[in-house]
């Protein structure tokens, strides 16, 4: 099992940027596939971007590609997820999540989750 903490999250206008921050401790974190997910109000949970082992394969959703980017730091434990343009839609709380197996866009294949932050964009 892996804790995971997230941080970053905040208000922003339309158009500007954010980068939020999950933190990871217990299972060795430079074995486990990452990805944050989001929940805005009334709708189910969403994937947004997963990022692999080694860092060298990514997924986005398409409501993200291209504004948003994935990474990780091994030797630090921790994903983030940058977040540029962003629009109202994007409100949300996100959520930090991590699966030992294999990279993936389902709510099911994940394990491990954090508290969320929440990320709210003004029009």
């Known amino acids: 099992q892996v804790q995971l903490v997230e941080s970053g999250g905040g208000s922003v206008q339309a158009g500007g940027s954010l980068r939020l921050s999950c933190g990871a401790s217990?299972?060795?974190?430079?074995?486990?596939?990452m990805a944050w997910f989001r929940r805005s109000p009334g709708k189910e949970s969403e994937f947004v971007a997963a990022i692999s082992w080694t860092g060298r394969t990514t997924y986005y959703a398409d409501s993200v590609k291209g504004r948003f980017l994935i990474s990780r730091d091994n030797a630090e434990n921790t994903v983030y997820l940058i977040m540029n343009s962003l629009k109202p839609d994007d409100t949300a709380v996100y959520y930090c999540a991590a699966n030992q197996y294999y990279i993936g866009t389902a709510h099911t294949q994940y394990s491990d989750w954090g508290q969320g932050t929440q990320v709210t964009v003004s029009s």
């Open positions: 217990g299972r060795t974190f430079s074995t486990t596939v």
